[in-house]
């Protein structure tokens, strides 16, 4: 059975940084494609970057420049680095194992 489960969301000022983790179980992060998305209040849920099974990568505008995603294959997990967040970055962020396992989700919350 595959889970993954995120972590590492909370509650940051405007400018300051996040590390999210999404960890994988019963299948790995090498099999297929991983990705972020992020569903704000009242919004559909929206790609925010993804890493493919040979980390190539690739991020929406919106992100470009603040956020890196990256992969630990010992550990099994995938990571969020978020720099410079903004208060519309708030969001539920998702981790997506492709095709269709999916975390519960972390909060993410940018306000002073």
């Known amino acids: 059975q595959v889970q993954v489960v995120e972590s590492g969301g909370g509650l940051v000022q405007p400018g300051g940084s996040l590390r999210l983790s999404c960890a994988v179980s019963g299948s790995s992060v090498r099999s297929d494609t991983m990705a972020w998305y992020r569903q704000a209040a009242g919004k559909q849920r929206e790609l925010v970057a993804f890493i493919s099974v040979g980390k190539a990568t690739y991020y929406v505008d919106f992100v470009k420049g603040r956020f890196t995603i990256s992969r630990d294959d010992e550990k099994n997990t995938v990571y969020l680095q978020m720099d410079s967040l903004k208060p519309e970055d708030t969001a539920i962020y998702y981790c997506?194992?492709?095709?269709?396992?999916w975390g519960p989700g972390t909060q993410v919350t940018v306000s002073s």
């Open positions: 997506n194992l492709r095709p269709s396992y």
